[in-house]
Nanobody
Framework: QVQLVESGGGLVQAGGSLTLSCAAS????????MGWYSQAPGKQRELVAA???????NYADSVKGRFTISRDNAKNTVYLQMNSLKPEDTAVYYC????????????????WGKGTLVTVSS
């Protein structure tokens, strides 16, 4: 069992930046891949970015060039640096972790955080 706790959400103006953090604890030796997802009101949860234990990353087209995912293995923490934020980025952002990258990509990870709200005002 892996516990994930997100932080860093808040209210920001369009064009601004935020950095989300996700601290992992528990059976972290099982974690190979981690991801950030967004869920806007009335919409499905979508993968925003993913990163593997070796540092390979992938991003949704909507955030490429604006968001950066990174991880600090010593701190068991994954980050999502969000720049040039747009009102359409407003959502609850969830962190997730799994042994398998394909489960992260398929939005079927074994472990979810409770989410942190990001609101981008126009």
């Amino acid at each position: 069992q892996v516990q994930l706790v997100e932080s860093g959400g808040g209210l920001v103006q369009a064009g601004g930046s935020l950095t989300l953090s996700c601290a992992a604890s528990g059976s972290i030796f099982d974690i190979h891949a981690m991801g950030w997802y967004s869920q806007a009101p009335g919409k499905q949860r979508e993968l925003v970015a993913a990163i593997t234990s070796s540092g390979s990353t992938n991003y949704a087209d909507s955030v490429k060039g604006r968001f950066t995912i990174s991880r600090d293995n010593a701190k068991n923490t994954v980050y999502l640096q969000m720049n040039s934020l747009k009102p359409e980025d407003t959502a609850v952002y969830y962190c997730a972790a799994d042994r398998r990258l394909d489960r992260i990509v398929a939005s079927l990870p074994a472990n979810w955080g409770k989410g942190t709200l990001v609101t981008v005002s126009s």
